[in-house]
């Protein structure tokens, strides 16, 4: 664009002010007319001056946008390896130019939602478990021990797992998200997709600074400044940083503060230095600082989700049974409401929470934690002899702390002190080189390279049962049974003195105790249940040392001047060493377990021996773990790869056809509760080393088929690409309502008539089988991928005017389990836990996602123009619970972003204004199972509505409304 020649006098004059005022006006309400908001396929803008270090930071993907006021104009993505423009790449990629993540307010990956169809990123417990998922597919973040789906890379640098991305990232030139398997090139191999992100780098150009300073609702403070200064001819530095502070979303009343608040702080430096033409080299060093308190919950009600029904309205009197009505409607009730409300829950915090950000808390629980996150890297590229080496060290280390009331009410039944012991740290080195050419008269454009990685988590749990527990598990099993009658939750072991003395057999012969001479045992373990307050782990440390290495190759044949052939392939070596060490103080699970295992054996006392023993020693909290060591490691290695046709029948069409076979690495579930169920004691299971192979879970690989065609020209361009992809062994991780449960889910080729949905718990269910737990075997051979993602694809960019730029996405997916599922690769039973998937959508999935951005700015005279941008994301109904329980569906929505503001000539100040989540709707990011919180079994609460019985529900909200004001200037 052509600066327009200044006229101060003009300006100064009232009529110059009164026009002005009058075109803004006329532009404020004509904004209507572009709000048909969306993602940014690549909204492009004039970018600097590139040096071969930015055109060549991403070994997957990276891309230089450039913009015209009519056209839109080639975008460069390096996702081969090489320098490329995006319609010549057949490859499913969204590229965001840094405009497009300014105008719609994204700070971190999560925000990129609004912007890439295919793409949803949520966060659950802690902000360190964020997942991200393409297509549908992606990885529950809860467990470190699985690595994540959809791979994240920050200046070509791999991030250990995408919720590190959940932070503060700098001003950031362009980002990429790849969609599908990535097996072939360099970094980690991911079965889903990756985000590159790529920030921007120092420039030669001249001194440069620029900040901005952000205020806005929940007192929201961002500032964020950065300053470029050229060292010489052939070094230049640039300096980034950010400061955020804002209030929570939450409030906790018990305990006087807010939570999911911000308070974070991000620095980032760098030198450039280029000596020649020939040789570029970038050292970046980083730092990042929080200290916040996340993520609390509330519970889900019959007015957020329907399928719940009564389950949370306290029966009437729980003296009276189960079979008693409840309170409020006459219908059924649950026991288990009545038990936390006793215990001290607000009642209105269960049954009639709605969207209230009202929490419930322990007096005394917290959830604030701390983050540090830092890292160096440099990256070598050399061009000699018309050959280019590509070389990206770098370290990273990650040490994330995060303390919790993890049971989500106000009675103390589960928590993670916020001391330091529950914390999960990376220490991550990695090497990748790469070398590429061409031969043969440009023939053939050559790459090969290696990647190496070595990385060291260690997680650290201090899980305790809270001071409430022991009361809280003792009254759930007194009043959701035969017992009920004696309900008395001001009473030790939640027993009235009449019934202590009626069970204990103390009446006999007159009043004889259910049972018998144990009747006394039976009553001193609830005692000893009663008694387990404040007990679990101190400090359990849970070791990973991951090293693998790859090599690969990647080539493409130009068979003609128009048609491509592109060969890949990756060999993968993984090896990883796992260890562990208990701390435990949870003597009451040790003493119930030498009690009453002799009653297992009997059929009269056998459920109330077993209930007992399973609320004492529920996830394996056991001293008898205190002290003790386990050890394993796995190795494992997998060759990947791709091949590709392409074919441009017109400079303007491409269209492709390829495979592509991915690979995610398996590993071990740091989870102690996964060693063995709770009822055995470890002496009895030949002790924990030897259940340790109990942790691991294999790798899980994909095929992939894709055709697409990309077609651009002048002021529009659009892709599609239509994609199946199969995956075998995919890695699952569900939290049960008591445990984390991870499978590798597979499908069966023969059917299993039945015997992956049937449930040993609901015996007046349709799909009742008292064997269900060794129903749904499937035979080696027959076992086959488990899960299919397919679909359709569309992005399109489109200048329809001066200044008016718009860009449209879609994906229609169908990504579900097949009919018959097994948890295994040697075909094993599923768990029952997760009977609702053969044959469903998969969790966060849904059918229909659409983005829509729009994006005006008018000259408005004297060099002044105006800004009015909005992006919306609409989304049809999909489950949230990895378990595809009824209670965890979400509904579809559709979230709004806009933004206006005023930009003086060369945009040097601008003045925006702007809202996230526009119309505030409300909805979850996910749903889960309250911990502990199920109530006694009926058929008032059974399959198929309620799979979990009466298992409360809580859900992590996303975030509401959100508006403010941003000033900026640069120099």
């Not at 470190?144 to 995408?162: H, K, M, N, Q, T």
């Not at 409607?329 to 009642?347: F, Y």
């Not at 220490?427 to 043969?440: A, D, I, K, Y």
Request: one cysteine or more; charged letters at 20%.
């Amino acid at each position: 664009k052509k600066k327009k020649k200044k006229k101060p006098d003009i300006r100064k004059t009232k009529s110059f002010r009164r026009e002005m005022t009058m075109r803004l006006t006329a532009y404020l309400l004509s904004a209507a007319t572009i709000a048909i908001a969306t993602p940014a396929l690549a909204q492009n803008n004039t970018p600097e001056p590139s040096s071969p270090a930015t055109q060549t930071t991403s070994p997957t993907a990276e891309a230089s946008v450039t913009q015209d006021d009519s056209t839109i104009t080639d975008i460069v993505v390096t996702a081969q390896g090489r320098a490329q423009a995006l319609a010549d790449v057949p490859v499913a990629i969204s590229a965001i130019s840094a405009e497009t993540l300014q105008n719609s307010g994204a700070n971190d990956i999560r925000q990129l939602n609004q912007l890439a169809p295919s793409l949803l990123v949520s966060s659950t417990g802690s902000e360190a478990n964020g997942s991200a998922r393409i297509r549908g597919i992606g990885t529950v973040g809860d467990n470190p021990g699985l690595e994540s789906s959809v791979a994240v890379f920050i200046d070509g640098v791999y991030r250990s797992r995408s919720g590190i991305g959940l932070t503060e990232l700098g001003e950031i030139d362009r980002i990429e998200v790849l969609r599908g398997p990535q097996g072939t090139l360099g970094g980690r191999n991911s079965s889903a997709g990756l985000i590159s992100i790529i920030s921007k780098a120092p420039s030669f150009d001249r001194i440069s600074a620029g900040g901005e300073a952000t205020y806005g609702n929940y007192d929201f403070y961002r500032f964020a400044g950065n300053i470029n200064v050229p060292l010489g001819e052939t070094i230049a530095a640039r300096v980034d940083g950010v400061y955020v502070k804002r209030d929570g979303f939450y409030r906790d009343f018990t305990n006087n503060t807010d939570v999911n608040d911000r308070d974070r702080y991000f620095l980032r430096g760098q030198l450039l230095f280029e000596p020649n033409s020939d040789i570029s080299l970038r050292l970046i060093g980083d730092y990042t600082k929080r200290n916040e308190k996340c993520c609390a919950a509330t519970y889900v009600d019959r007015s957020v989700n329907q399928t719940i029904g009564n389950l949370n309205e306290p029966l009437a009197s729980v003296n009276a049974g189960l079979g008693s009505p409840n309170a409020s409607n006459g219908g059924a009730g649950n026991n288990i409401v009545n038990v936390i409300r006793d215990l001290g829950q607000p009642l209105n915090l269960v049954n009639r929470p709605g969207y209230s950000r009202d929490i419930s808390v322990s007096p005394g629980r917290s959830f604030d934690g701390s983050t540090k996150d830092w890292g160096v890297s440099g990256q070598l590229d050399w061009n000699f002899g018309g050959t280019k080496l590509t070389s990206i060290t770098a370290y990273r280390d990650y040490d994330s702390d995060q303390g919790s009331d993890t049971d989500y009410s106000r009675v103390d039944i589960l928590y993670r002190a916020a001391n330091g012991d529950s914390a999960r740290r990376f220490r991550t080195f990695t090497q990748e080189v790469r070398l590429n050419g061409s031969l043969f008269d440009e023939k053939l454009d050559w790459l090969v390279g290696g990647f190496f990685a070595n990385e060291k988590l260690r997680v650290l749990d201090n899980l305790r049962f809270g001071r409430d527990y022991g009361r809280f598990a003792t009254c759930r099993l007194i009043s959701g049974g035969a017992l009920a009658q004696f309900y008395a939750p001001g009473s030790a072991g939640c027993i009235t003195p009449t019934g202590r003395a009626v069970l204990s057999n103390a009446l006999a012969p007159a009043v004889n105790s259910p049972f018998g001479a144990a009747g006394a045992t039976i009553v001193r373990a609830l005692d000893t249940l009663d008694a387990i307050n404040d007990k679990g782990s101190t400090r359990d440390i849970y070791n990973q040392n991951s090293r693998n290495w790859a090599l690969f190759t990647h080539n493409i044949f130009h068979v003609t001047s128009t048609l491509d052939l592109t060969l890949g392939v990756r060999y993968t070596n993984e090896r990883k060493k796992f260890n562990a060490a208990f701390t435990n103080d949870n003597t009451g699970c040790v003493a119930n377990q030498q009690a009453l295992t002799p009653f297992l054996s009997n059929a009269g006392l056998a459920a109330v021996a077993g209930g007992i023993i399973g609320l004492s020693c529920q996830g394996n909290s056991t001293s008898e773990l205190n002290g003790v060591r386990i050890n394993s490691q796995r190795k494992e290695d997998q060759f990947t790869g791709t091949g590709i046709l392409s074919w441009k029948p017109i400079d303007d069409l491409l269209v492709y056809a390829s495979y592509s076979r991915g690979y995610k690495a398996g590993g071990f579930n740091l989870d102690r509760s996964a060693l063995k169920l709770p009822t055995f004691s470890f002496a009895s299971q030949g002790g924990a080393q030897a259940l340790v192979g109990a942790l691991q879970f294999a790798p899980e690989t994909v095929n992939s088929f894709e055709i697409g065609a990309k077609y651009g020209t002048g002021p529009f361009s659009l892709s599609v690409a239509a994609f199946r992809q199969d995956f075998k062994n995919f890695q699952l991780n569900t939290f049960d309502g008591s445990v984390f449960i991870v499978q590798n889910i597979n499908g069966c080729s023969s059917s299993l008539n039945g015997g992956d949905r049937d449930q040993s718990k609901f015996a007046a269910a349709g799909n009742f089988n008292a064997a269900a737990g060794t129903t749904g075997a499937c035979q080696s051979g027959d076992v086959g991928y488990g899960v299919r993602a397919q679909g359709v694809e569309l992005e399109a960019s489109l200048v329809p005017a001066r200044d008016v730029r718009v860009s449209l996405g879609a994906t229609f997916t169908d990504t579900a389990y097949r009919e018959n599922l097994v948890g295994t690769g040697a075909g094993a039973p599923l768990n029952q836990s997760l009977r609702k998937l053969p044959g469903q959508r998969l969790s966060n999935s849904a059918d229909i996602v659409t983005t829509a951005a729009a994006s005006w700015t008018p000259q408005i005279g004297g060099g002044y123009s105006a800004l009015f941008y909005a992006d919306t994301r609409m989304t049809s109904d999909y489950n949230t619970g990895s378990d595809l329980f009824p209670q965890k569906e979400q509904d579809g929505y559709a979230i709004v972003n806009a933004r206006i503001g005023l930009r003086t000539p060369d945009e040097k100040f601008s003045l925006e204004f702007w809202a996230q989540n526009l119309t505030n709707v409300n909805y979850a990011q996910v749903a889960f199972n309250s911990p502990f919180q199920e109530g006694g079994t009926s058929a008032a609460f059974q399959d198929p509505q309620y799979p979990g019985s009466r298992q409360l529900f809580s859900q992590f909200l996303a975030e509401p409304r959100t508006y403010g004001a941003t000033i900026r200037a640069r120099f």
